[in-house]
């Protein structure tokens, strides 16, 4: 949550900055946005009129770039790279730290290979000193980096921008969570009725028992009563 307070003034200063420029002016906006070290989130420039206009327009290479910072990952630079405009060294930084949010959001265990290949890392060293310098330090993300096993648990990471289509999937994923949390709670209230139905159970059989005991006893003390009864008659009629 801090780090999206934190960059809420900048996303403010950079809406503004669009919002004011049009056409082949936005492309250094863009980049000036996409190297900001405390600017992750672009949807609320995406958002801007000014910006929308640049579809279909000889500056939609700029559009493009923005919506690759919005959603996109290294990979996606590497293999569509001649319809970006060449990226400056801190966009380059930028892009590889949003990389390592969106492979946290569906693993929270990230192996090195699979981050020095999606990061074009060479060596275990390069790729921790990023993880700790640029990721962890930058309050993008937390966790644990295991040498010996060779990975990165993730135990935070910040949010990224939602890709277009991906709110009805999440509020479809919400909404079989909360189905599955009403069958759950239904079954949890069948179970604590099945549990005071089987203590109420247990309480009258153990009354029933201890009744029954207690019934026992007194006939067990009337006998033993009679008993002395008759030994005293007899010892009396013997005297």
């Given at each position: 949550?801090?780090?999206?307070?934190?960059?809420?003034?900048?996303?403010?200063?950079?809406?503004?900055?669009?919002?004011?420029?049009?056409?082949?002016?936005?492309?250094?906006?863009?980049?000036?946005?996409?190297?900001?070290?405390?600017?992750?989130?672009?949807?609320?420039?995406?958002?801007?009129?000014?910006?929308?206009?640049?579809?279909?327009t000889d500056n939609s290479v700029h559009l493009e770039m923005l919506r690759l910072f919005a959603h996109g990952t290294w990979s996606d630079?590497?293999?569509?790279?001649?319809?970006?405009?060449?990226?400056?060294?801190?966009?380059?930084?930028?892009?590889?730290?949003?990389?390592?949010?969106?492979?946290?959001?569906?693993?929270?265990?990230?192996?090195?290979?699979?981050?020095?290949?999606?990061?074009?890392?060479?060596?275990?060293?390069?790729?921790?000193?990023?993880?700790?310098?640029?990721?962890?330090?930058?309050?993008?993300?937390?966790?644990?980096?295991?040498?010996?096993?060779?990975?990165?648990?993730?135990?935070?990471?910040?949010?990224?921008?939602?890709?277009?289509?991906?709110?009805?999937?999440?509020?479809?994923?919400?909404?079989?969570?909360?189905?599955?949390?009403?069958?759950?709670?239904?079954?949890?209230?069948?179970?604590?009725?099945?549990?005071?139905?089987?203590?109420?159970?247990?309480?009258?059989?153990?009354?029933?028992?201890?009744?029954?005991?207690?019934?026992?006893?007194?006939?067990?003390?009337?006998?033993?009563?009679?008993?002395?009864?008759?030994?005293?008659?007899?010892?009396?009629?013997?005297?």
């Open positions: 949550m801090e780090i999206e307070e934190k960059q809420a003034e900048v996303i403010d200063h950079f809406v503004k900055q669009v919002s004011a420029q049009k056409g082949s002016a936005l492309g250094s906006v863009f980049v000036e946005a996409t190297s900001h070290p405390s600017l992750f989130a672009f949807s609320e420039i995406l958002a801007v009129p000014t910006v929308a206009e640049l579809e279909g630079y590497k293999r569509n790279s001649g319809k970006f405009p060449q990226l400056v060294p801190d966009q380059v930084l930028k892009l590889k730290q949003l990389t390592v949010l969106t492979l946290a959001e569906t693993k929270k265990v990230l192996s090195y290979d699979q981050l020095m290949l999606e990061l074009d890392v060479t060596n275990v060293r390069e790729l921790e000193d990023f993880l700790i310098n640029d990721c962890m330090y930058a309050g993008l993300v937390r966790g644990k980096l295991d040498q010996l096993q060779r990975y990165f648990e993730v135990q935070f990471a910040a949010g990224r921008d939602l890709r277009p289509g991906q709110l009805g999937s999440m509020i479809q994923t919400l909404s079989n969570w909360l189905a599955t949390s009403d069958n759950l709670l239904v079954t949890i209230q069948d179970k604590i009725k099945w549990a005071d139905t089987m203590s109420e159970l247990d309480k009258k059989h153990r009354k029933e028992l201890e009744d029954r005991v207690m019934e026992v006893k007194k006939a067990v003390s009337v006998k033993e009563g009679w008993s002395c009864e008759r030994e005293f008659f007899n010892s009396s009629k013997n005297a």
